[in-house]
């Protein structure tokens, strides 16, 4: 493992992100965070700085949809902090309908933000990284990634899926031409945010804060894939894989 002392959190205002910013400036890390709502992110910013007064946080506005955006801005920060050791694609979309009830609209904004816009942070970090000669590109996909699920999981399931298999790939090829650039998936489970505040309560949802420790827990070891919380989680992606899928559905 070696220390990632400069950071980039995409999607930082709120939930997961904000979270995880938290932990790494108590950690003594950088931070470049971004996102669309900078009153929060600068509110962000002079909270990390009061509490940690030894470290650098750098934030820009993103709308990770404007894809020219995301190359420019994550150039900027890059100047910014004079280097990037990490950078962690956390923003997302929750929004979905069933397929076929005349939803596309959402279904798309979903595909496109979960996905394309993914791939454009995915190419503006890696540029950086291979300019650089290292780095650590982190996903954040979910354990929705697994199957195929139904009603408003549809989309976002299979956007997940598409995002975990991105990343596989960039790190076949990461492993193929011994380039030191690591890649982490990170699987989260259920986890109290603002994109699961309409979700039904479960057993098996996380607190945001336990769930941010786990995630920066797997980052920090630079796992290639992780699921979050390891409990209940890792059994039940085996479980995921292996049942039927009419079973599946019932639980999602």
Not at 56 to 62: A, D, N, Y
Not at 65 to 73: A, L, M, P, R, T
Not at 151 to 177: C, D, F, P, Q, V
Request: include cysteine; glycine fraction near 8%; proline fraction near 4%.
């Amino acid at each position: 493992m070696t220390l990632r002392s400069k950071i980039l959190i995409t999607g930082a205002s709120s939930g997961l992100g904000e979270q995880m910013a938290r932990i790494f400036a108590a950690e003594g890390r950088d931070l470049a965070l971004c996102a669309r709502r900078t009153d929060r992110l600068r509110t962000l910013r002079e909270e990390l700085l009061a509490a940690h007064p030894g470290i650098k946080v750098f934030v820009r506005s993103l709308d990770v949809n404007d894809h020219q955006q995301v190359f420019d801005v994550f150039r900027a920060l890059h100047e910014d902090l004079d280097g990037l050791d990490r950078i962690i694609v956390n923003a997302g979309l929750g929004k979905g309908k069933p397929i076929g009830t005349g939803r596309f609209d959402a279904n798309l904004q979903t595909a496109r933000t979960n996905f394309t816009a993914a791939l454009a942070q995915c190419e503006a970090a890696m540029e950086i990284f291979r300019t650089q000669g290292s780095g650590h590109l982190v996903v954040v996909s979910s354990m929705s990634a697994m199957r195929g699920l139904p009603r408003n999981l549809t989309t976002y399931a299979a956007t997940k899926a598409g995002l975990s298999a991105l990343a596989e790939g960039i790190r076949a090829e990461m492993t193929l031409t011994r380039t030191p650039i690591a890649v982490t998936t990170l699987h989260p489970g259920y986890i109290t945010t603002d994109l699961s505040a309409g979700a039904a309560r479960t057993p098996l949802m996380t607190s945001t804060e336990k769930g941010a420790r786990a995630m920066v827990r797997a980052i920090e070891r630079e796992r290639p894939e992780a699921k979050v919380p390891a409990w209940p989680w890792i059994p039940m992606g085996i479980l995921m894989r292996i049942l039927p899928l009419r079973l599946v559905a019932k639980v999602s």
